[in-house]
C-alpha cells in the first residue's frame, strides 16, 4: 500500500499537519493539508479512532482510507502533508463514497 517514507508516523508530525493544514470536511471525513516546501514525496497520516466502531472496522476503515491515497499518491505535489481523520459515519459507508471525498477534498486543497 503506502511505503514508510510516504506516511507520517510520529504524533509531532501529526499534530503540526492538523494545526496549520488547510482543511476540508466531507460527510465521512475531515482532510488536512499542508505543504511542507520539501522535494519529498507526499506522505499521508489516518486518524481513526474508537467512535468508529470496533478494532475490525476501525482497520477496515484505514485499510480504504490507505488505498485512496495510494491512488491519488501520483496527482499529489511534492512536499505535501496529508492527514484525514475518519468520522463514525465512515464505518458505515462504502469504498466509492469514501473515495469520492477524499480525492475531491485532495484535489481541492493540493492545488493551493
Do not use: W
Not at 496527482?75 to 459507508?93: F, K, N, Q, T, Y
Amino acid at each position: 500500500m503506502l511505503a514508510r517514507g510516504n506516511r507520517i508516523t510520529r504524533g509531532a508530525e501529526y499534530k503540526a499537519v492538523v494545526r496549520g493544514g488547510a482543511r476540508c470536511a466531507g460527510a465521512h471525513t475531515v482532510t488536512y493539508v499542508v505543504s511542507s516546501g520539501s522535494d519529498r514525496p507526499p506522505r499521508f497520516g489516518f486518524i481513526v479512532s474508537k467512535q468508529v466502531g470496533s478494532a475490525v472496522v476501525r482497520n477496515t476503515v484505514r485499510r480504504r482510507l490507505k488505498a485512496v491515497c495510494a491512488e491519488a499518491m501520483a496527482e499529489m505535489p511534492e512536499g505535501v502533508e496529508v492527514v484525514i481523520r475518519a468520522l463514525p459515519a465512515a464505518a458505515a459507508s462504502d469504498f466509492s463514497s469514501l473515495r469520492d471525498e477524499v480525492t475531491r477534498c485532495l484535489r481541492r486543497r493540493a492545488t493551493r
